[in-house]
């Protein structure tokens, strides 16, 4: 079936995507009654099951006083193992295919964060161990087809199913859309870190990996641009100005600081300025766990001092280039800038985003100038965030005015200490999932039964994320009621 992704996302309600979806999901779609049965796949249509994941819902879920967020953690935490996961082998070894939901691609940065939720529990389930080496080996596949594309075709020999074919770029077979975004490269350099931390396993890390982590960090020099710009172009045949680049497809005009350029956000949104901060921060971080890897599990200390000073010199530029004032003497970290002097302030629900720069290991959580760019991006001064009968919550252009996403009300759950400010978080996910069981890309400001993407796994594992985080942290508040 040959869709635009954007006329799948962008579709408000539940009706465009009921066939995507799976069967007892579609069931509790719209209904805006409580549902307390366990709305997962019956156990032979899912598509993996881990021992440790199911004694991990077992566990925390006892430890929830509303059944309501009980009955959504149930719901949500498991959805990428039960509904997104193809497995099978390539020459021999472990391959991992995940879709992101209702879209039959792999994104490298939703994959890497659909998983991420669960690599705590890898030491203890060798299928789930199985289940990170075939994605670790398959985003490396991925980037060595094409590291410029942002989402990927099961089928390397494919074309895209998306209604990309006619993108004014270098369509390559096996990709499904080929946006540039600096997130696409980091999240599997974060994800490989994270699995090597918990399992020590050098399984996946083999020189196929290597290769792909080269071209990554590669790309990510070339998109530097100091000696030209580079070979990266895109234009898309559509009237939104979200969905091409200006100048021949190169983008907006910058003067070159050693910051990566990137041509979209993680919103798969065309940037206005090239430089996106969150993503360079992001970059920054994301090299530095790399080199980790590369050390630690390959032995390869050139490799990894070579993306450590990479990793230091988009650093120094980014507290040279990449901040701006907050209008009231103080000092934020922009969205973006085009190295120029000029910034745009906002922030985008999506991660990388300015609110959620800790959960990328880009900024402690209590320091002052994340602290003063986060208190500024939930705030009217954010032109994307949005105040609601049903909740308040940052969105962004890609799905469009007075919808807020999920995501960010998670995010900030998340990197809160206040206790009040959770609560209310919890509140709102628990009353604006539209009766559906699951969360949404996102959902209208003064009516959540009219929301996008039914089956969006991203967010789903994000809110199972929250509550782990929250059974760790503030346990008393998981014994409380919303």
């Given at each position: 079936?040959?869709l635009?992704r954007?006329?799948?996302?962008?579709?408000?309600?539940?009706v465009a995507?009921?066939?995507?979806?799976?069967a007892?999901a579609?069931?509790?779609a719209?209904s805006?009654?409580?549902r307390r049965t366990?709305?997962?796949?019956?156990?032979?249509?899912?598509?993996?099951?881990?021992?440790a994941?199911?004694a991990e819902?077992?566990?925390?879920?006892a430890?929830?006083a509303?059944?309501?967020i009980a009955?959504l953690?149930e719901?949500c935490y498991?959805?990428?193992?039960?509904t997104?996961?193809?497995?099978?082998e390539t020459?021999g070894?472990?391959d991992t295919?995940?879709?992101?939901?209702d879209?039959?691609a792999?994104w490298?940065r939703?994959s890497s964060?659909q998983?991420?939720t669960?690599?705590?529990?890898?030491?203890?389930?060798?299928?789930?161990?199985r289940?990170?080496?075939?994605?670790?080996?398959?985003?490396?596949r991925?980037i060595?087809i094409?590291?410029y594309a942002?989402?990927f075709?099961k089928?390397?020999?494919a074309?895209?199913?998306?209604?990309?074919?006619t993108?004014?770029t270098?369509?390559?077979?096996?990709v499904a859309e080929r946006?540039?975004e600096i997130?696409?490269l980091?999240?599997?350099?974060?994800l490989?870190?994270?699995y090597w931390?918990?399992?020590?396993d050098k399984a996946p890390?083999?020189s196929l990996?290597?290769?792909g982590?080269?071209?990554a960090?590669?790309?990510?020099r070339e998109?530097?641009r100091?000696e030209?710009?580079?070979p990266y172009?895109?234009q898309?045949?559509?009237t939104?100005s979200t969905?091409?680049?200006?100048l021949?497809?190169y983008g907006?005009p910058t003067?070159?600081v050693g910051?990566?350029?990137?041509?979209?956000r993680?919103s798969?949104?065309?940037?206005?300025?090239?430089?996106?901060?969150?993503s360079?921060?992001f970059?920054v971080?994301?090299?530095?766990?790399?080199?980790?890897?590369?050390?630690?599990?390959?032995g390869?200390?050139t490799?990894a001092?070579a993306c450590e000073?990479f990793a230091?010199?988009v650093?120094?530029a980014?507290?040279?280039h990449?901040k701006?004032?907050?209008g009231?003497?103080?000092?934020?970290?922009a969205f973006?800038?085009?190295?120029?002097?000029?910034a745009?302030?906002?922030?985008?629900?999506?991660?990388p985003s300015?609110?959620a720069?800790?959960l990328?290991?880009?900024?402690?959580?209590?320091d002052?100038?994340?602290r003063?760019?986060?208190?500024?991006?939930?705030s009217?001064?954010?032109p994307y965030?949005?105040k609601g009968s049903a909740?308040e919550?940052?969105?962004g252009?890609h799905?469009?005015m007075d919808l807020?996403?999920?995501?960010s009300i998670?995010?900030?759950?998340l990197?809160s200490d206040?206790?009040?400010?959770?609560?209310q978080?919890?509140?709102?996910l628990?009353?604006?999932?539209?009766?559906?069981?699951?969360?949404?890309e996102?959902?209208?400001?003064?009516d959540?039964?009219k929301?996008?993407?039914?089956w969006?796994a991203?967010?789903n594992?994000l809110?199972?994320?929250l509550?782990?985080?929250?059974?760790?942290?503030k346990?008393?508040?998981l014994a409380?009621t919303?």
């Open positions: 079936m040959d635009s954007r006329d799948l996302v962008t579709g408000v309600g539940t995507l009921a066939s995507l979806l799976p007892a579609t069931a509790a719209g805006s009654a409580p366990s709305l997962r796949p019956v156990a032979a249509k899912r598509g993996f099951t881990s021992k994941v199911e819902i077992a566990r925390v879920k430890k929830i509303d059944p309501e009955w953690f719901n498991p959805n990428t193992l039960d997104t996961v193809q497995l099978g020459d070894k472990p295919f995940v879709i992101t939901g879209i039959d792999m490298l939703d964060a998983l991420q669960y690599v705590h529990l890898t030491p203890k389930d060798a299928g789930l161990r289940v990170f080496q075939g994605a670790l080996q398959r985003q490396a991925c060595l094409d590291p942002n989402a075709m089928d390397p020999t074309k895209s199913n998306l209604g990309a074919r993108d004014l270098e369509m390559k077979p096996g946006k540039w997130d696409s980091c999240y599997p350099m974060r490989a870190h994270a931390t918990a399992t020590r890390f083999d990996w290597a290769e982590m080269a071209k960090v590669a790309t990510l998109q530097q100091i030209g710009p580079g172009r895109f898309r045949r559509d939104s969905e091409t680049l200006m021949g497809g907006a003067r070159k910051l990566i350029h990137s041509g979209f993680p798969d949104d065309a940037c206005v300025f090239p430089f996106l901060i969150p360079n921060l970059a971080s994301a090299l530095r766990m790399l080199a980790v890897v590369l050390r630690e599990a390959r390869d200390s490799a001092a000073a230091a010199e650093r120094t980014l507290d040279e990449g701006m004032t907050d009231k003497g103080g000092e934020v970290w973006e800038v085009d190295g120029f002097g000029n745009l302030f906002m922030d985008d629900a999506n991660v300015l609110s720069l800790p990328l290991g880009s900024a402690e959580r209590n002052p100038l994340y003063r760019t986060a208190a500024l991006a939930w009217e001064r954010n965030f949005f909740a919550g940052i969105g252009p799905a469009g807020i996403w999920p995501m998670i995010t900030r759950a990197l206040d206790d009040a400010v959770i609560r978080c919890l509140h709102w628990k009353t604006t999932h539209g009766g559906t069981g699951f969360m949404h996102s959902f209208h400001k003064d959540p039964t929301f996008t993407r039914s969006f991203w967010a594992g809110f199972g994320d509550i782990l985080d929250l059974e760790r942290r346990p008393t508040l409380a919303y």
